[in-house]
């Protein structure tokens, strides 16, 4: 973490955000897929520069969450394995959840 602090205050400060980050990351949450596969993500980690272009890319139909939810694992992870840093969805969507947590923390 590279953060300078002036003084005591600023620390405390930045220490209560990261706290109350952390207490509104605990438990169960669901994030938007579009919080996590951020365009910077997507751009540093795909040929494409957003997710909408990477689904159109991959031609698969994820215009619902049962659509989406109806695409094989395997025809998935093929896609993002030769079309991403990844190997699979799965991988991607762990890292692109540590990147997420990292920054709501202040990382």
């Known amino acids: 973490m590279s953060n300078n602090f002036s ?4 620390l405390t400060s930045h220490l209560n955000k990261m706290s109350k980050a952390a207490q509104e990351l605990d438990g169960d949450n669901e994030i938007p897929m579009a919080d996590l596969l951020t365009d910077s993500f997507i751009s540093k980690n795909t040929s494409c520069q957003s997710l909408d272009e990477f689904f159109e ?40 959840t540590q990147e997420y947590v990292a920054k709501k923390l202040g990382f």
Do not use: C, H, Y
């Not at 003084?7 to 600023?10: R, S, V």
């Open 57 to 96: 890319k991959s031609g698969f139909d994820v215009s619902s969450e049962e659509a989406f939810a109806a695409i094989p694992d395997e025809d998935m992870d093929r896609f993002v394995s030769q079309n991403s840093n990844f190997n699979t969805w799965t991988d991607m969507l762990g890292t692109a």
């Open 7 to 10: 003084g005591f205050d600023d």
